[in-house]
């Protein structure tokens, strides 16, 4: 910390100039903006957006914990020794369905569920399954063999081995992965629009059908802050909960 | 005690079923290291690995202290034996206290003991346990991660050990310290140890017991020294190396070779007394010591005859001395170093113990006899 402070103040001038000059550029562009009558426009469907953000919120969230309970057991899962023979096959099959388009998944999943919220939550859900999935399964085999034979060697029955070992060990690959499938989901989300689901997509997709640049905005910005926001979140989690020790973030010592 | 009946174990592969171990019977009595030799692909490592089933035996019987250890589930088996390997197998994730309790955690010790185990091994080991129960694997040494591993098998206190060359991923110099230190507490400690190495020189310092396998059998087991005295077939003869001799050297103490001599002068005795002795004895030179038998220097044949005086007056200086626990290489390598026949020994404090001379060394090496390694 005494570094650190060190370290600022002997770059203090140009810091401190590189700061002031950032923020006058910010205002710079607020004003700009606020010239343009963007901000009070936004703000004008402050209401819409709140109820639509709220409700692209619940699209993710759902959609995105659905994905992580049934991706990291699906994961483990196919590294169990009686499926690992045919890991790589099912795992294939499921990268298949990742090459379908978006929209087409949920083209396919209205086709077959109905419109409304419930069958977005599917598709986004099946979109989202995938780097979870396989991140788990490459997470957990690249845990070194010589650590499972040391496990084993003294004593630690299977499931103790995954708890303790496997799963501690591969946790950083599996947030990355789950980190990947939030910032997949938070983007596919706004075309849930389209299969009656609402969401953030409904202001975007009318700003573009009506040419309306400022609703288009107020839907499109939302959506950026929300996966700048979420990203930074799970990334916080990611940092405290996977242990030091295997942490790349938090380095030795 | 660990008993080997007949242990067979064939693989089933591909191209057909492959012998890995062939009836191998063995005994490692109490408080021994046995250490399992042989080229890879030899079946030591099998041999080893069935014992605490981490492979499953095709046939045969293995007893642990008498008790078959078909008996046992494997897991409980696993938590009574400790077990070390090659590549360590330190946990990543958890700290230096959590990697050592985990078979006292395993069978249900409660956290105070367990902490308090971790100290008392860390500092068997000579690491500060204030300082290194927190640490993670990744800020060890290679060294320390070793130390780790080793204390980590002994953590539960099982009587029997199972260590897959434990010291094989480190370089040679901490090798021998770490070698060193685990004899140490396994003189305290008195383990029965299955040791699998590939290197006959590890075999040769840490083993009580050599069993040397070739094709999934065994060829010989033995003390080392009689392994190295008498090998049974060439190919064992080969295997330990055309320097077996030398090898023993390491074996033996100065004080296996070593001839008490009682009879020394003192730095006030006249040269005439050390003439005397020196022909009534017919050895080449007399050490002349203070009073407190300390060896000051030596008298030979040419100044006992032509000096005057005290023996004390015409001292020459030892060039060296060794000790008389120190192994009879260190003796032979001083000898050549200063090409002298003969060097006084010392004993723990520094008193004049008596000598050995090249000629003791050689009836030693062709006698082949040895105080049993256990004493």
């Known amino acids: 910390m005494a570094a650190a402070s060190g370290t600022l103040r002997r770059s203090g001038p140009t810091h401190r100039g590189l700061r002031n000059l950032g923020l006058v550029a910010i205002f710079a562009f607020g004003a700009w903006v606020q010239a343009t009558g963007l901000i009070h426009a936004m703000l004008s469907q402050w209401d819409d957006i709140l109820y639509l953000g709220k409700q692209h919120l619940e699209l993710v969230g759902i959609s995105w914990i659905l994905a992580v309970a049934v991706g990291i057991p699906l994961g483990v899962l196919l590294t169990r020794r009686s499926v690992r023979r045919n890991s790589e096959t099912i795992l294939q099959v499921v990268n298949t369905g990742q090459t379908i388009p978006t929209l087409a998944v949920l083209a396919l999943s209205m086709s077959v569920l109905g419109i409304g919220f419930w069958p977005s939550i599917f598709g986004l859900w099946i979109y989202s399954l995938l780097p979870i999935v396989r991140n788990t399964y490459q997470g957990i085999l690249a845990v070194p063999g010589h650590l499972q034979e040391a496990a084993v060697g003294m004593g630690m029955t299977p499931p103790q081995i995954l708890w303790r070992?496997?799963?501690?060990?591969?946790?950083?690959?599996?947030?990355?992965?789950?980190?990947?499938?939030l910032a997949i989901n938070v983007g596919t989300a706004p075309l849930a629009f389209l299969i009656g689901g609402?969401?953030?997509?409904?202001?975007?997709?009318?700003?573009?059908?009506?040419?309306?640049?400022?609703?288009?905005?107020?839907?499109?910005?939302?959506?950026?802050?929300?996966?700048?926001?979420?990203?930074?979140?799970?990334?916080?989690?990611?940092?405290?909960?996977?242990?030091?020790?295997?942490?790349?973030?938090?380095?030795?010592? | 005690m660990i008993r080997l009946e007949q242990l067979t174990k064939v693989f089933q592969t591909d191209h057909g079923s492959v012998t890995a171990v062939d009836h191998v019977s063995l005994e490692v009595p109490e408080g021994d290291i046995c250490v399992l030799l042989g080229p890879s692909g030899c079946g030591k490592t099998t041999t080893m690995k069935m014992v605490n089933r981490l492979i499953a035996p095709t046939s045969g019987k293995i007893y642990i202290n008498d008790k078959d250890t078909d008996e046992y589930d494997p897991v409980e088996l696993r938590r009574n034996i400790g077990y070390a390997i090659q590549q360590i197998g330190l946990f990543p994730n958890m700290t230096v206290e959590e990697n050592i309790t985990i078979v006292p955690d395993l069978l249900g010790w409660d956290k105070k003991r367990c902490r308090e185990r971790a100290r008392e091994l860390l500092n068997m080991v000579a690491m500060e346990p204030d300082q290194f129960l927190r640490r993670y694997p990744s800020e060890?040494?290679?060294?320390?991660?070793?130390?780790?591993?080793?204390?980590?098998?002994?953590?539960?206190?099982?009587?029997?050990?199972?260590?897959?060359?434990?010291?094989?991923?480190?370089?040679?110099?901490?090798?021998?310290?770490?070698?060193?230190?685990?004899?140490?507490?396994?003189?305290?400690?008195?383990?029965?140890?299955?040791?699998?190495?590939?290197?006959?020189?590890?075999?040769?310092?840490?083993?009580?017991?050599?069993?040397?396998?070739?094709?999934?059998?065994?060829?010989?087991?033995?003390?080392?020294?009689?392994?190295?005295?008498?090998?049974?077939?060439?190919?064992?003869?080969?295997?330990?190396?055309?320097?077996?001799?030398?090898?023993?050297?390491?074996?033996?103490?100065?004080?296996?070779?070593?001839?008490?001599?009682?009879?020394?002068?003192?730095?006030?005795?006249?040269l005439d007394k050390a003439r005397d002795l020196l022909e009534s004895t017919g050895v080449e030179a007399v050490v002349v010591l203070d009073g407190q038998r300390h060896p000051r220097g030596y008298v030979d044949?040419?100044?006992?005859?032509?000096?005057?005086?005290?023996?004390?007056?015409?001292?020459?200086?030892?060039?060296?001395?060794?000790?008389?626990?120190?192994?009879?290489?260190?003796?032979?390598?001083?000898?050549?170093?200063?090409?002298?026949?003969?060097?006084?020994?010392?004993?723990?404090?520094?008193?004049?113990?008596?000598?050995?001379?090249?000629?003791?060394?050689?009836?030693?090496?062709?006698?082949?006899?040895?105080?049993?390694?256990?004493?």
Request: no cysteine; charged share 20%; net charge negative.
């Open chain 1, 165 to 181: 070992v496997e799963l501690p060990n591969a946790l950083f690959v599996i947030f990355a992965g789950m980190r990947t499938a």
């Open chain 1, 198 to 253: 609402g969401g953030l997509g409904e202001l975007i997709f009318t700003g573009i059908a009506l040419d309306q640049q400022t609703m288009m905005l107020a839907g499109a910005i939302p959506v950026a802050l929300l996966a700048v926001i979420l990203d930074f979140m799970i990334g916080l989690v990611q940092f405290w909960l996977v242990p030091k020790g295997v942490n790349p973030l938090r380095g030795s010592r």
């Open chain 2, 140 to 270: 060890l040494s290679g060294g320390q991660q070793q130390r780790i591993g080793v204390v980590r098998a002994l953590a539960a206190d099982a009587p029997v050990m199972l260590m897959d060359e434990p010291f094989g991923a480190i370089d040679p110099i901490n090798r021998e310290v770490i070698q060193d230190e685990f004899l140490r507490m396994q003189e305290q400690l008195r383990k029965t140890i299955m040791f699998v190495s590939h290197d006959i020189d590890e075999a040769v310092k840490m083993g009580n017991g050599i069993a040397i396998f070739r094709g999934g059998s065994l060829e010989q087991y033995a003390a080392p020294d009689e392994l190295l005295a008498y090998p049974v077939n060439d190919f064992i003869a080969d295997f330990v190396g055309g320097d077996r001799t030398l090898k023993r050297l390491r074996l033996a103490h100065i004080e296996d070779a070593m001839s008490i001599e009682t009879r020394t002068v003192g730095l006030d005795d006249s």
């Open chain 2, 301 to 375: 044949r040419r100044v006992a005859i032509q000096g005057e005086g005290t023996a004390g007056e015409n001292l020459l200086p030892l060039a060296f001395t060794v000790k008389r626990r120190d192994d009879l290489r260190t003796a032979v390598s001083q000898m050549f170093a200063h090409d002298t026949r003969w060097v006084a020994v010392l004993d723990d404090h520094g008193r004049y113990a008596g000598f050995v001379t090249q000629a003791s060394i050689t009836e030693l090496l062709g006698t082949g006899s040895r105080r049993p390694a256990t004493a």
